[in-house]
């Protein structure tokens, strides 16, 4: 019960003001395929949207901006993000460079990114296009920004998360605390299962599963699979606390909404072994 205090009703009540009006704005940069999902969900949860878009005056963009609850608006890339308390990268690689680093001062903002840096390789096959990770590539241009990675499914499960039997659950990596804790409550708000992944760096493992996600496109395969985890608490039962060190902020982890809890009996799992 505390956790869902502090990581959705808390940060429910901050957004809204005596008027009933949302205090914090997320810019939604870039009005694509993930654009267009994530700006009318995020809406939906109370926040005042604008978009960012090279050509906000567009047919499109002006009707997605009529489809996005609240006073959402359409601007260029850089006045959406200096407007807002939470930037949304949904923009793809290659042009993520040129937009992350022609957004202005983001000092203080919470930045979120939602792409994966790479591209085909010699032998048709995927590989990274950074040598470290998008998001901290996003984070070295902006080093006064608290950026988050979030991993989404395709668009078509933030559109429709139910589809999936279960809520999708998003590996959520960053370095800041209060940060992860605010993009864990919008994943939660929006239908998805936000699941702490530790700071920053380990982007590099998240990003890293794109490149097996993109396998059978490049292979033209009709099969295909979903980038979604599943949640479980059935390995406590196996893992003893003696083989390793506990994390640097093992005392102060991120509290997400729905965290998942040891197994109080494990004799499900342990009988007969």
């Not at 994530?38 to 005056?57: H, N, W």
């Not at 850089?78 to 202005?104: K, T």
């Not at 939660?188 to 982007?203: K, V, Y």
């Not at 039962?237 to 506990?246: I, K, T, Y």
Request: glycine letters at 8%; hydrophobic letters at 45%; proline letters at 7%.
């Amino acid at each position: 019960m505390l956790n869902f205090i502090r990581a959705v009703l808390l940060p429910a009540l901050l957004l809204t003001s005596f008027g009933g009006v949302a205090a914090e704005t997320v810019a939604i940069i870039g009005t694509g395929d993930m654009g267009d999902s994530l700006g009318p969900k995020i809406a939906e949860a109370g926040y005042e949207i604008v978009y960012g878009s090279r050509d906000p005056a567009r047919e499109s963009v002006q009707a997605l901006v009529a489809a996005t609850a609240g006073k959402a608006s359409a601007t260029t890339p850089r006045e959406a993000a200096q407007a807002a308390d939470i930037v949304l990268l949904a923009v793809p690689w290659p042009p993520m460079e040129e937009v992350a680093q022609g957004l202005g001062n983001l000092d203080g903002k919470i930045v979120i990114d939602v792409s994966f840096a790479f591209e085909q390789g010699a032998d048709g096959y995927p590989v990274m296009s950074v040598e470290t990770s998008s998001a901290e590539m996003i984070q070295g241009w902006n080093p006064g920004a608290h950026v988050i990675k979030w991993s989404l499914p395709t668009a078509h499960y933030i559109d429709f998360p139910e589809k999936l039997g279960a809520r999708p659950s998003n590996l959520i990596a960053g370095d800041d605390r209060q940060s992860k804790e605010k993009v864990a409550a919008i994943a939660h708000a929006i239908g998805q299962d936000p699941f702490d992944s530790g700071p920053l760096r380990m982007s590099r493992a998240i990003e890293a599963q794109v490149l097996l996600f993109m396998v059978p496109l490049y292979q033209r395969r009709t099969a295909h699979w979903e980038n979604v985890t599943v949640r479980s608490s059935y390995w406590s039962c196996f893992w003893g606390d003696d083989w390793s060190e506990p994390v640097a902020d093992a005392d102060a982890l991120a509290e997400f909404p729905e965290h998942g809890q040891p197994l109080e009996d494990c004799s499900a799992y342990t009988d007969g072994e």
